[in-house]
């Protein structure tokens, strides 16, 4: 037991909410998982969850007592969110589990902090922390945090079967809070129960895919996933490891936050079907789906592009899929991770604004033309205005249309 202070714990909204519960219950509440963990290494804490000995009907009665709005969300599994400050709060009863199909549980409620502990997935995930700052750690989570050790709680094989998407968890966590390799009985244990992961939805596995992919340590993971078999079932074909290795480290060298998207791009997508089927396949956002397609391999994007050819996938491809093209082109080109040439190239964007077309259907119609001639002769006078680094304006532009007419 270790007494630390963390920042958000002195704010308003967190301190109500234990305040009410303890007040219900003295030392019954503890924050625990994720805010614990986070806080430990340093880092931002984004959910703060809680962990209480009292009932649910109990824990509601001590949020009306303190006037808190709350939503029993899930009473069946003893949890209240509660919405303090415009924060969410997910206020759990202690419980351990009694049966499970591979994805829902049935449980009872505990008062033994420990029982509770054990019926999570990771030791590190099971931290706890009273409202004074005292860490709880009953099952050697804050060793395994600090040597960057990702380990099941108890035998890794039933933790699984009690919820398949721990097997990804697992590669996930490893991503995120992993150093050097990965747990031997956990790995074991994930390529033995592997065939779980078919039962999963869509959804599920594609919102773990998308948090591995830009998690510090993706490649690693994904090259695990491989290595053991995982992975090719999981995208429903072929990766291409060696071009997502390319894509991050030019992300890095930019200093770029990560793309999920243009990752998996980058490591599952070879022609323009792969996108609808990868899509499909992880419930990927249309946004998303637009990511996965500048990846595709297509002459436009091959190479680096001169300063001609650069300005003119720049108007049309607008800037932030202009510069996930460039990404991908120089991962696709082999090239090294600091050329300034490429470093050019992706910083257009911020030297040069592609001017909008200056010329309407309107203006062709008004000389006479009809229906397909004025697409084809606005495509022709286009290619002449790009061609011209965009320098002839709407004037020469019709000038140029009268005199082919």
């Known amino acids: 037991e270790t007494a630390r202070r963390f920042s958000w714990m002195e704010s308003e909204a967190p301190r109500r909410v234990m305040a009410a519960l303890e007040a219900a219950l003295p030392g019954g509440a503890r924050y625990v998982g994720g805010c614990v963990r986070d806080s430990l290494l340093g880092e931002a804490v984004k959910d703060v969850d809680i962990a209480t000995r009292l009932r649910p009907e109990e824990t509601i009665a001590a949020l009306t007592k303190a006037g808190l709005a709350y939503a029993p969300t899930g009473l069946a599994h003893g949890t209240v969110t509660i919405v303090a400050r415009g924060k969410p709060f997910e206020v759990t009863t202690l419980r351990r589990d009694v049966e499970t199909d591979g994805r829902h549980a049935k449980v009872a409620f505990t008062d033994s902090w420990e029982e509770d502990a054990r019926r999570r997935d990771f030791t590190l995930n099971a931290l706890y922390a009273a409202r004074d700052g005292t860490v709880f750690d009953p099952l050697g989570g804050m060793a395994d945090l600090e040597a960057g050790r990702v380990r099941f709680i ?239 304006d709407r004037e020469a532009l019709i000038a140029r249309a009268k005199q082919s007419d």
Not at 214 to 239: C, M, S
Not at 258 to 273: C, I, K, S, T, Y
């Open 154 to 392: 108890g035998d890794a094989e039933a933790r699984i079967r009690e919820d398949y998407l721990r097997i990804l968890r697992f590669f996930r966590f490893n991503a995120y809070y992993g150093r050097g390799d990965f747990d031997a009985e956990g790995l074991r244990a994930s390529v033995k129960l592997r065939d779980g992961l078919s039962g999963l939805s869509a959804e599920r596995v594609g919102g773990e895919l998308k948090r591995i992919l830009e998690a510090p340590r993706a490649y690693q993971a994904i090259e695990t996933l491989f290595d053991y078999g995982l992975l090719t079932a999981l995208l429903g074909g072929v990766p291409r490891l060696a071009r997502l290795q390319r894509l991050i480290a030019v992300e890095d060298t930019l200093g770029l936050e990560p793309d999920p998207a243009l990752r998996l791009g980058a490591l599952a997508v070879f022609v323009e079907e792969d996108v609808s089927r990868l899509a499909d396949r992880l419930r990927f956002s249309n946004d998303e789906q637009s990511g996965l397609m500048l990846t595709v391999a297509t002459p436009a994007y091959r190479g680096l592009p001169g300063e001609g050819h650069a300005k003119e996938l720049l108007y049309r491809l607008k800037p932030e899929a202009f510069r996930r093209a460039i990404l991908i082109a120089w991962a696709d080109s082999g090239e090294a991770t600091g050329a300034a040439t490429w470093r050019e190239a992706f910083s257009l964007p911020e030297r040069w604004t592609a001017p909008d077309f200056p010329v309407r259907g309107n203006d062709i119609a008004a000389l006479g033309l009809h229906g397909p001639e004025i697409g084809a002769a606005l495509r022709k006078l286009e290619r002449a205005w790009i061609a011209s680094d965009f320098a002839l």
